[in-house]
């Protein structure tokens, strides 16, 4: 749940994820569910069960960061897991009805980046107050976790992700993946894949891609080597 970033593309986008947590909680493969109005995909967490990562028929996207602005004292017991809110966005119509709606009394601080129908957001919760702002969806982004990266180390991230974009005519699925995982490679520590004494390591990459025809979720496990993905067919009123 600490590091995503976000690329535009024709007619959609990749919202990619690197999962950094204790291996002991590293899904094997998707989760695939069919609800009233839509088809969802997300890699399911063994212990709490929700996800940090979710992608439907209906061109949405999201991904979840632990922390929202600064790094917060962990004081359990919360009210349900942060990995729970990506799985329960999909029972609202839109983001307004989700913020309006949902009750974010006693959960623990986040950030969650929601793609919607071509709409770009980022919503944080410090546990007192929720912020959404929205975001210009022809741009690049890139977050990563204030809970495991200080603003120093974060603004260093941005730096890596600035400085491999430039200039950058090739944004493919692969293209991407590649970054999420050889990124600042020589830093063991902050590095967009890391090990801290194997105890908080990067577990997994996860993708979205959206487009006109399709969206797609992707999941590649590095500890296990695993890899699997979702392809489903948009809805029809959300063709381009």
């Not at 970033?5 to 919202?15: A, D, H, R, T």
């Not at 119509?93 to 009750?103: K, L, R, S, T």
Request: proline letters at 5%; glycine letters at 4%; a negative charge.
């Amino acid at each position: 749940m600490c590091t995503v970033s976000y690329i535009p593309q024709p007619n959609g986008f990749i919202l990619t994820s690197n999962r950094d947590e204790s291996p002991d909680r590293s899904p094997k493969d998707l989760t695939h569910v069919l609800g009233s109005h839509y088809q969802l995909v997300y890699p399911q967490d063994t212990l709490a069960g929700g996800t940090w990562i979710a992608g439907d028929n209906q061109k949405r996207g999201l991904s979840l960061l632990n922390g929202a602005f600064i790094k917060h004292p962990h004081r359990p017991p919360y009210r349900h897991s942060r990995g729970v809110i990506p799985i329960e966005y999909f029972n609202y119509v839109n983001i307004e009805a989700f913020c309006a709606a949902f009750d974010f009394e006693g959960i623990e601080p986040f950030t969650l980046v929601v793609v919607e129908h071509d709409m770009l957001y980022e919503i944080r919760w410090d546990q007192v107050n929720l912020f959404k702002k929205q975001l210009d969806p022809r741009q690049y982004y890139i977050w990563s976790s204030c809970t495991l990266y200080d603003e120093e180390t974060q603004a260093q991230r941005a730096l890596w992700f600035n400085e491999w974009k430039v200039n950058r005519t090739n944004f493919s699925l692969e293209e991407i993946r590649k970054f999420h995982q050889f990124g600042g490679e020589s830093n063991l520590e902050n590095g967009f894949v890391m090990n801290r004494n194997n105890v908080v390591r990067t577990v997994s990459i996860s993708q979205i891609q959206v487009t006109s025809e399709f969206a797609a979720v992707y999941y590649t496990e590095l500890l296990k080597k695993s890899e699997d993905h979702r392809i489903m067919e948009l809805i029809q009123q959300y063709h381009e």
